[in-house]
């Protein structure tokens, strides 16, 4: 090297120093939102499946006195919101992660418990008589740009305030999950945005807050 | 980043038919659909990022490798005789102050001063013409400032030319200061002397102040050390007549005719000094759109320049200033404007995702909106971590900026600096790409 490039050569091994330092912290920081995701969907998943034991055991101890379904609607409502809230987190955190590689799994995790909590609701609606709340299962798309689809969210976004009862469970229609082909094809659904109320009612294509809240059974207080 | 004014009205941009611009716009908004669909804007953060991270970190150790040491040569053995020429076309606002200031210069010399009235029509020629004490030459017609300054040199005595612009104003010791430098070395053809902003008053201007503290002052100071200036700026700079005598004077048909001379210089292999131990006072735009103007008028002389001296660009034969300088100067705001076109992108996008509720439910995209808006602030991206990296480079730049302005930092530094790290950027990117798109598209100038 001669002594006119010297300094470059030193700039560059100072560049590289610093990226070097700059990628351990961002390791760091998409390690620790990484974790936090993951007790979070952990903790989730164990809530589902503390649900779905309950039901088990009515079954197998046949127990009709009343008691369950009071309980079980009780904790429902926060269990949903907390899994709302979730997919949020997880949205953003993804979006300004680089280095971590758990997203894929992360986002499967919590995806199985989301089903699993949405069918738990819909058990509870056969197993108790009625449903104290309306489900709305809401396909949209990850892979291919979805404008609608975050317009989409955000018309659902803005109905939950005043529409308390009112559960949404999301669900990305391009996934590799079969659970979630299995819950599209049950409605035929072929283009996204999507909704699904209540198990009966298909909505397709950008739906406006009048139009879903004219679907929904549990009318705001 | 060349000191010249929009005082002339040649050099004024007009804006182009309605279809032209329809036509870019469409065109732009095309590409920058594909590009911003096919990589992620993070990937191009990261990569501007560590690509400017690469680029201060060069200029850091080029301060620190030498650039920082005071440079005063020695005085001459003799010196030489100059003339101050000062090309003015209506600018009867400012030239009896630019005149009284260098009439009121102290030099163990002599000199004289030439001033060409280009044209004026605001009356300011029949004023020069009462004047005492100074040379008046006229150009009937307008023709331009690198015009008029080349007539003047064809009527120079002087062994080195001062061209000041009409709205500037020299220091007494600026002849004085600047002169020592073309004795340094006989390869020395032009000394540039500091260009700091006179008396700002409106946001903008202050703005303009710190960043010509930082532009003129640590970046020239450092691409000077390594005989790298790529411009001598319009408001003051000196030449060696003989210079650019072989050189047939200024480009009169250059936007940047200040660039183009000094890009010239340097492939025959004449240097390029800066002086800072004084300085020139120059106007800035008070105007948001009177700075658009003038620096698209820099940029695109810059474009314009960069692909008529093209052959310097990354080419040993001219060592730091081919390989590094030119790059990293000229050529870093292509990078700019791609940059900036990607964030633009970005935040259409974004705009996008918040308005398209509002369509359909206006409670529904206020609500959606405040919660973007919400995650946005407190979701920290991780790649900001490395542009921590440059913030902290650049504030060390800074702190060394106003050293050799001999400013201390006050408080009321500190909103024209958040402007300057948050705002102006995106101001300076913006008019890159515009920049871009018209040369790219051949937008013409008035001529």
Known sequence: MNRQSSPYLKAALLTMALALLGFFFITQLDAMRAGELRAAVDELRMQSEAERMLYFYSQVMGDDSGELCGYLSSTAKAKADRAWALSEKIGFYEKSNIVNADYEKIKGQYYLANAALYLNMRAMGKYCGSLPYDTVLFFYRTRQDCPECRAQGGVLDSLRPSHPSMQVFAFPIDSDYDFVNVFAKRHNLASVPALVVNDQVVLVGLTDAQSVEAHLSKQAP | MDGKKTEHRRSTIHIPERRELAIIGMAVLALSVFVFLSISYQLIFVAYTLLSLFIFCSYLILW????????????????????????????????????????????????????????????????????????????????????????????????????????????????????PHFFDDERVASVVVFVCVNKPRSLLQRVQEIEYWISFGFFFKTIASIDGLYVTPGPTALYRKSVLDSMGGFDEQNLTEDMEIALRMQKHGHKIRACHETMVLTEVPCELRKLFRQRLRWYRGGVMNILKHVDLFFNPKYGDFGLFILPTTLGSGFFAALFMAWTLMSLGRNFVDWSLPFTYNFSAGLSATVAGMGNGLVTFQSAWILGMFTLAIWAYFLIKSFEISGEKPQRRHIVPLIFMLWVYPLFIGFTFLVAYIYELFGVKYKW
């Open chain 2, 64 to 179: 620190l490798e030498g650039a920082k040491e005071e440079i005063s040569p020695p005085a001459p053995p003799r010196w030489p005789h100059a003339t101050v020429i000062v090309p003015s076309f209506n600018t009867g606002d400012t030239i009896f102050d630019c005149l009284a200031a260098c009439k009121k210069m102290k030099y163990p010399g002599t000199f004289d001063i030439l001033v060409v009235d280009d044209g004026s029509t605001d009356g300011s020629y029949e004023k020069l013409a009462k004047m005492e004490g100074i040379t008046l030459l006229r150009n009937e017609k307008n023709r331009g400032k690198a015009s008029a300054l080349n007539y003047a040199i064809r009527h120079a005595k002087g062994e080195i030319v001062a061209c000041i612009d009409s709205d500037t104003y020299p220091r007494e010791d600026v002849l004085g200061k600047a002169m």
